[in-house]
Nanobody
């Protein structure tokens, strides 16, 4: 069982930055691919980014490429999402998710563990 706790959301002006953090429990953190998803009001939850257990492989949704960066520290059991040049359309609840395995998968169904979500609001 893995429990995920997110932090770092908040209110920011367009063009600003936020850093989200996720602290999974468990001793086998490095065996999980970690992802970030987001869900805006009235929309489906969508893939944002993910990183494999080694931290070597990452992928991003086209909408955030060049602006968001995912990273992980397996020694500290943490994964971060650095979000720069934020836009109002980035406003959503952001969820940390974990899946056992070495592949990056883009569907919510593939991730077995989820955090409670953290609100990110970007105003213009």
């Amino acid at each position: 069982q893995v429990q995920l706790v997110e932090s770092g959301g908040g209110l920011v002006q367009a063009g600003g930055s936020l850093r989200l953090s996720c602290a999974p429990s468990g001793r086998t953190f490095s065996t999980y691919t970690m992802g970030w998803f987001r869900q805006a009001p009235g929309k489906e939850r969508e893939f944002v980014t993910a990183v494999t257990g080694s931290g070597i492989n990452t992928d991003y949704a086209d909408s955030v490429k060049g602006r968001f960066t995912i990273s992980r520290d397996n020694a500290k059991n943490t994964v971060h999402l650095q979000m720069n040049s934020l836009k109002p359309e980035d406003t959503a609840v952001y969820y940390c998710a974990a899946r056992l395995g070495t592949r990056i998968v883009y569907t919510t169904q593939a991730y077995m563990y989820w955090g409670q979500g953290t609100q990110v609001t970007v105003f213009s």
